[in-house]
C-alpha cells in the first residue's frame, strides 16, 4: 500500500487543516481571547485622576445585552457606558447614560475590533454626527499600580458636530487600561 493510501497517513495530512479550521472558527467565536477585553461584573480599575471605573452585571436594554461601566468620582456615578461584547470579540459602545439620561447609538461606536490587537491597526465607526478612528500606534513600556507593562498605545480622534478630541489609551490584554492622556496634557495612570 503507497503512503497515500494510508488511511493513517491521509488523517495525518489532514490534521493542520482541521486544527487551523479549529482555531479560525474559535476565533471567530471570541473564544480565542476571550479575557482579552475584561468584562467580568466587578472588575474595578481606580486611576490617579481620582476615577474608579466599576463593571455592572450585564442587563438587556432595548433587546441588546450590554455591559455596563461606571465611572465614579468620590463613590458618585457620573457617567455609566453601555458595552456590548459581540461573540467575534470585539466591544462596541451602544449608549452613554448621564446623570439618568440615557443617549443610546442606532449606529454603536466600535470601541475595539476582534482581539488581538496589534500596531498598525486601525478601525472607525460612527453614528449620526459622531464619529470615531482609532489607530494601535505602538506599544509603549508604562509603570502603573507598582508594575512594569508593555501596553498597546492606543489613539482615538472623536468628532462630534466639527470638533474633535484626541485620546490616547495604554492597553494591556487581560488587565485593561493602564494610562489614558488627552490632547490637552492630562493624564491619569491605573493605580489599583
Known amino acids: 500500500m ?4 494510508n488511511p493513517a497517513r491521509a488523517r495525518l495530512r489532514l490534521l493542520p487543516a482541521l486544527l487551523l479550521g479549529s482555531l479560525a472558527w474559535a476565533a471567530a467565536q471570541g473564544g480565542a481571547y476571550p479575557n482579552y477585553y475584561p468584562h467580568a461584573s466587578g472588575i474595578h480599575w481606580t486611576y490617579s485622576n481620582g476615577e474608579t471605573q466599576v463593571v455592572g452585571p450585564a442587563v438587556t436594554h432595548r433587546g441588546v445585552r450590554v455591559v ?5 468620582f468620590g463613590g458618585q456615578t457620573f ?3 453601555l458595552l456590548e461584547y459581540r461573540p467575534d470579540g470585539s466591544v462596541w459602545l451602544r449608549g452613554v447614560n448621564v446623570g439618568g439620561r440615557l443617549s ?3 449606529a454603536p461606536l ?3 475590533p476582534p482581539a488581538p490587537l496589534v500596531p498598525g ?3 472607525s ?3 449620526g454626527a459622531l464619529k ?3 489607530a494601535v500606534t505602538g506599544v509603549a513600556a508604562v509603570d502603573a499600580a507598582g508594575r512594569k507593562y508593555n501596553a498597546l498605545r492606543i489613539r482615538t480622534e472623536t468628532t462630534l458636530d466639527g470638533q474633535v478630541s484626541v485620546r490616547t489609551v495604554y492597553f494591556v490584554p487581560g488587565l485593561g487600561v493602564v494610562r489614558h492622556e488627552t490632547a490637552d496634557g492630562s493624564r491619569a495612570e491605573l493605580l489599583r
Open 68 to 72: 455596563p461601566v461606571s465611572h465614579q
Open 79 to 81: 457617567t455609566q457606558d
Open 104 to 106: 443610546w447609538y442606532a
Open 2 to 5: 503507497s503512503a497515500d493510501q
Open 125 to 127: 465607526s460612527g453614528s
Open 110 to 112: 466600535n470601541v475595539y
Open 132 to 134: 470615531a478612528n482609532s
Open 121 to 123: 491597526q486601525r478601525w
